[in-house]
């Protein structure tokens, strides 16, 4: 199973970014698709996630509407669009997958950074 991010990079204060994830090595029908980030220094903290069926899209209070989660079932690629961005949401971002009837989360990419300067 590979979960491989892209996507990212610098931007200055109020731009927009498009993180990709494309996911391969298994069905992920019945998975949900999660993006992290990390900060050094501090623990990583949960983004945003999306049911492979594209139910029930759910976001960390500080990204509620500036970050939109999708996905392309035929590109087998997730996606976390960040609009709005804040020097605050500077980071590594992760994408994960769990099973739907799991809290924990599986299968890691390797991250990607994003810079967003004031």
């Known amino acids: 199973v590979q979960l491989q991010a892209s996507g990212g990079g610098l931007v200055q204060a109020g731009g927009s970014l498009r993180l990709s994830c494309a996911a391969s090595?298994?069905?992920?029908?019945?998975?949900?698709m999660g993006w992290f980030r990390q900060v050094p220094g501090k623990e990583r903290e949960f983004v945003a996630a999306?049911?492979?069926?594209?139910?029930?899209?759910y976001y960390f209070d500080s990204v509620k509407g500036r970050f939109t989660i999708s996905r392309d079932n035929a590109k087998n690629t997730v996606y976390l669009q960040m609009n709005s961005l804040k020097p605050e949401d500077t980071a590594v971002y992760y994408c994960?997958?769990?099973?739907?009837?799991?809290?924990?989360?599986?299968?890691w990419g390797q991250g990607t950074q994003v810079t967003v300067s004031s």
């Open positions: 090595g298994r069905s992920f029908s019945n998975y949900v």
């Open positions: 994960a997958a769990r099973y739907v009837h799991m809290s924990q989360y599986d299968y």
């Open positions: 999306i049911r492979w069926s594209g139910d029930y899209p």
